[in-house]
């Protein structure tokens, strides 16, 4: 059972000073969480960047802790205190953990999934596969049941609550048609397994609920 960890906000960047001359330190790092603009230092917001940079590995459901860890162990700038500042993101909540294929409805109903970036369809070659990426270029590649949470589930109050009525569809049924039969958990699970590439790619993010 493979458990993952994602990085929870949106970044702003760094703030710098308002000093003359100009002062090249940031001040700060921001990230949107929730309700709030949490500051980082520049340390701790290198570790939380750094849970983005393996895209492939993140497809593969292959970064967890301990591969976030000797990642910034062995990093050209190597970072001793890697353990202790995870900890202290996952306490902040901005870093997830979560097993892909365990009660994912705990860590669902804390965050939403926002989207971002571009819904670009699907092609002739694999109608079965939706992409989503920026300025035109597809990062990754989704099927339509993720492709449907990506781009609504930010109206529901949380992403939970978004698998059950995504898997509530006797509504939309057409006449003649059968409902797709799937459970909230199969339904999250399907989401899960994709979350940690769409977050990587910086195609959604999590977003924690202000309950």
Known sequence: MPRVIVPAGLSMGPRYRYVRPPDPTPECYEIHLGDDLVELTETE???WAAAFVDAERHAKLEVNRESLIRLLETAPQPEPQAAE????????GLLVEFDTDDDLEPVF????LLPL????????EE??????GHSGQPKVAVPVDVYGLWSFSYRDADLWKACVLYADDTENVEEGDE??????TQVAQDLAI??????AVSCAYLDPTSA
């Open 45 to 47: 917001a290198a570790v």
């Open 85 to 92: 500042i995870i900890d202290n993101l996952i306490g902040r």
């Open 109 to 112: 109903r804390r965050h939403k």
């Open 117 to 124: 970036g571009e819904g670009l369809g699907s092609t002739p």
């Open 127 to 132: 109608p079965h596969l939706h992409r989503i």
């Open 179 to 184: 409902p797709m039969e799937q459970t909230p």
């Open 194 to 199: 994709y979350l940690p590439l769409l977050i």
